[in-house]
């Protein structure tokens, strides 16, 4: 009997029944619904019921991404991480709601799962959505039980191999909230808010409003509409009433006017909110609120872009949606953190390449004052990869995009809207129609902003008038061409819809300098000249441009981030097998784990005013070597010393440095740069030391150093103060260091990891893109002396959490962080 009591205590324990979740509901409208739920990687008939066993699954925390869980493999396809990205999986969520708030209306709104949702309450199925990126909701009403009784949502998703062109994730991968509301109530996506008329004395501020009236009887409502302030401070109202049929809606009208307005802009992103109240007589039985911006966007002839009156030239870069070793699972913190990095580098904008971004995204571009083309689709009918968007284009086309306007116009940040990618109807006679079609999709949900899309089939994308249909084309690797097009077609505005595709590792130096197809170490120079045979490196495009009139609006670079998928040049064989373990892309300026490559300063000395000077490449070199040396600067002059020598003045733009152009190009094929500053030093050990003068004074320096033997670990909290909320994030860089702090160039050394304290290791990495190591680990090894540590709060649990790294031989290094309410 003892033995049988043991086995059932440990039985019960393993298989814990799920306990609902209760649903607090108070005065906000919305609920963050992430907490509770069971997962379940595999198929489980039967699992949408509500009886349904489910005690055997995980218990996670959304947003959750199970492929980038592993393992690598590449038997998974490289071009989408090597990663398992296809099957099924299930979730289910177990809550009860308070008896009281029966009457009320309920609706789920899921920001996005990957891929090919289908969700079940209580086991009556609410709907589907294929698409992984689009964010949609269900109304829950009418099916819901309440007080001790228990709901069952489920979800099942099914993405398929061969989806995607890089890595989409595999899950829910995105928030999920419930939204409660009174039956009369402003509509989800409800508001639509514009300032077509802005000056520094007065802004216009015109609102339409969508309000629902589920109720089987008419109702007379009051809407009051302010505008709010950084400071909470209301600066304009309106009042009116609306009568509102029984089962129906009603959209409203407004217009306020806002004195001295504070503008939205990318030096100053100013935000304010919007609140909107439904009213019935003094009670307030819905509150709306809408964060928005205050500026204008213009695009004209003579000045190009736009923004509040001034001219803006895009430095922008495209940007994949996962968060490196975070994978899809979209976080607040991770995405700040990528644009700060770029917001250093002088990024002002960011084209969400290929599909529509995460809300979280959209709100920080707000907040940090990004300019946004907001993409739609890879592809349309045309597949580019078996099982892509094509299956499902005709069908859902029209509600992805209209749902993506809807859900993204208020947004201050975004100037654009993409229809697409590359698709494969610039070969078509028709392919203009399809576009028509989606550009009038956008039009219609929001007439104050221009379409556009990026071709890189140019030439018939100009013959079938494809790129006249939509408002302002984009050509992807066309440097050479954008005169031309703008001679031939004198009422066009264009831009570089994707530029450069340089590939490159960061910390590694191939010698001699050239433009090869592969290297043994399936790693790629960072001297910044490699580039695929579509592209070339920076500085064509950067010449081309600054032949171009103010008709050419600037560039998006691919890309600003290393990304999942696509390691190009490595991707040869099925799946890219032959070229494993490369899994993800050299394209970045900064690589998977956030650490920027040589090519960050190259852009940064292009796109920043502050005095500034890097010196590459690391100064670990044999004796009776003679190593080229490059510095980027914005400055007008750089001095170059070895070990205090002077080694030589160069001025700005004064010389030129031969580079090769284009992989797989005839290696003839040569451009003349004069975007570097370029020495040929003979080595010898110590310090490498550019300065950089402005008006002949030193306005900025950089250095290397000869590394001695690894001695140390040295481990950096980008921040030792993150919020208790179980989703905020520390990024802890680790550097091996030689005895005298200099960093170790090529060090590999495995580092082992150990966090105590109310926190966690959300992912370790090291921007290596030829690894299979897995990123949920608490070890990893350094890349060219790095390696990167991110750790996670636990929700509710304030305190100090201890970070420690160790290596074998090596020093080790210890951090501590404070999470706080």
Known sequence: MKRLWFLLTVFSFGLRAAVPVPVQIGADRRINFDDGWRFLKGDAPGAEQPGFDDSSWREVRLPHDWAIEGPFDAKFGTSTGGLPVAGTGWYRKTFTLPEPSRGREFTIMFDGAMANAHVWLNGQELGSRPYGYSSFFFDLTGKLHFGNEANVIAVRLTPEARASRFYPGAGIYRNVWLDVTDPVHVSEWGTYVTTPQVTAVLASVEVKTEVENRSARPARVTLRTSVMDANGRRVANHTGDADLPANGSQTVSSTLAVARPELWDIGRPYLYNLVTEVMAGDRVLDRYVTPFGIRSIEFNQDRGFELNGRQVKFQGVCLHSDLGALGMAVNRRAIERELEILKAAGVNAVRTSHNPPSPEFLEEADRLGFLVIDEAFDMWRIPKVPNGYAKYFDEWSERDARDMARRDRNHPSIMMWSVGNE???QGRADG????KRLVD????????????AAFDNWQAAIKNRLAETVDIPGFNYKPEHYKEILKDHPGWLIYGSETASTVSSRGVYHLPIQNYGKHPSKQVTSYDVVAPFWSNPPDVDFYYEDQSS????????WTGFDYLGEPTPYNGGRDGAQDWPARSSYFGMVDLAGFPKDRYYFYQSRWTSKPMVHVLPSWNWEPGMTIPVMAYSNAEEVELFLNGKSLGRKKRFAGTFTIPVGLNVSPTLKFDTKYRFVWQVDYEPGTLRAVAYNGGRQAA????????????????PDRTTIRADGDDLSYITVRIEDKDGNLCPSANNMVH??????????AVDNGNAASDEPFQADHH??????????????PGETGRIHVAASADGLAQAAADLTTVE
């Open 781 to 794: 090894t350094a890349f060219n002396g790095l390696a990167l540590i991110i750790v996670r709060s636990k």
């Open 701 to 716: 320096a950089d250095e290397q150093r000869t590394a001695g033997a690894p001695a140390q670990i040295k481990i950096t």
């Open 432 to 435: 203009w129609e399809v576009a």
């Open 550 to 557: 103010n008709r050419f609006l600037g560039e998006f670079v």
């Open 753 to 762: 990891f150990a966090v105590t304290g109310p926190g966690s290791i959300a």
């Open 441 to 452: 999709f956008f039009h219609q949900e929001d007439p104050t902003r221009p379409t556009t």
């Open 423 to 425: 698709v494969g109807e």
